[in-house]
């Protein structure tokens, strides 16, 4: 709330006025010389629809979101998607914000992008926003089409991994020729946006089954970039 200072003084015999921002000291402009202008800043909504990654007609409710100001330390808002996957956050003022998911919908995974937005005057008098600082593909959470703007949550994957033991010849080893019980191999993935560079994810452990298959799965594995096996 903006508090304003009216200042009356007196110069023979005739009264002047004037009115300033209380907090800042700026004079509120005139109309004429007898009328102010007090301006009241518009607010707006942002409204966002949570879908499936790779089919958005199927809506995700049970997502929780948190928009929090780049300006103001004490603005936090947390929203939840409802049925029909719809996100808002009303009274929404001017200035630069970020928007995190804290709460994945049930069997998805969280996304881990952060989204800047931009909410502004536009030419027409009302505020409007802009999503920021990402490059839309089919991993990434946030995707435009039209004038809706789509969060997506991607499912786990299963990963199934078979060793075969072979020798220089490439021909498969007899059981009586593997003396190991079990072996353990490195999960890594390729670091967003740097060519060639890997990251550790885990050790896999693979065994025999009773099939006499040397088989491991991987279950619920969130996979939104490049992995290898070493």
Same mark, same amino acid.
């Given at each position: 709330?903006?508090?304003? !200072?009216?200042?009356?003084?007196?110069?023979?015999?005739?009264?002047?006025?004037?009115?300033?921002? $209380?907090?800042?000291?700026?004079?509120?402009?005139?109309? +004429?010389?007898?009328?102010? =202008?007090?301006?009241?800043?518009?607010?707006?909504?942002?409204?966002?629809?949570?879908?499936?990654?790779?089919?958005?007609?199927?809506?995700?409710? @049970?997502?929780?979101?948190?928009?929090?100001?780049?300006?103001?330390?004490?603005? !936090?808002?947390?929203?939840?998607?409802?049925?029909?996957?719809?996100?808002?956050? &009303?009274?929404?003022?001017? @200035?630069?914000?970020?928007?995190?998911?804290?709460?994945?919908?049930?069997?998805?995974?969280? $996304? &881990?992008?952060? #989204?800047?937005?931009?909410?502004?005057? !536009? +030419?027409?008098? /009302?505020?409007?926003?802009?999503?920021? @600082?990402?490059?839309?593909? +089919?991993? #990434?959470?946030?995707?435009? &089409?039209?004038?809706?703007?789509?969060?997506?949550?991607?499912?786990?994957?299963?990963?199934?991994? =078979?060793?075969?033991? !072979?020798?220089?010849?490439?021909? &498969?080893?007899? +059981?009586?020729?593997?003396?190991?019980? $079990?072996?353990? /191999?490195? #999960?890594?993935?390729?670091?967003?946006?740097?060519?060639?560079?890997?990251?550790?994810?885990?050790?896999?452990?693979?065994?025999?089954?009773?099939?006499?298959?040397?088989?491991?799965? =991987?279950?619920?594995?969130?996979?939104?970039?490049?992995?290898? #096996?070493?």
């Amino acid at each position: 709330d903006t508090i304003y !200072k009216v200042v009356v003084t007196e110069s023979n015999n005739v009264a002047s006025v004037a009115v300033t921002d $209380s907090s800042t000291n700026a004079a509120v402009p005139k109309a +004429d010389e007898k009328t102010y =202008i007090i301006y009241n800043t518009p607010k707006t909504a942002l409204e966002f629809v949570k879908v499936d990654s790779e089919n958005s007609t199927i809506k995700l409710a @049970g997502a929780v979101f948190e928009l929090t100001s780049t300006s103001d330390t004490t603005f !936090k808002k947390l929203a939840t998607s409802d049925d029909n996957g719809k996100v808002v956050f &009303e009274d929404i003022d001017a @200035g630069t914000y970020t928007l995190v998911e804290k709460t994945a919908p049930e069997g998805y995974f969280a $996304s &881990e992008e952060t #989204l800047t937005i931009e909410v502004e005057v !536009k +030419d027409n008098g /009302v505020l409007g926003y802009t999503v920021n @600082g990402t490059t839309e593909n +089919d991993w #990434l959470q946030y995707k435009k &089409e039209g004038d809706t703007h789509f969060l997506k949550n991607t499912k786990p994957v299963e990963i199934e991994i =078979i060793k075969e033991w !072979k020798n220089y010849k490439g021909e &498969e080893l007899a +059981d009586s020729k593997i003396a190991a019980k $079990s072996i353990t /191999v490195e #999960l890594f993935r390729e670091v967003e946006g740097v060519a060639n560079s890997k990251e550790k994810v885990q050790d896999v452990t693979i065994t025999k089954n009773a099939d006499g298959i040397w088989k491991t799965v =991987i279950e619920e594995f969130y996979v939104p970039f490049k992995v290898t #096996l070493e």
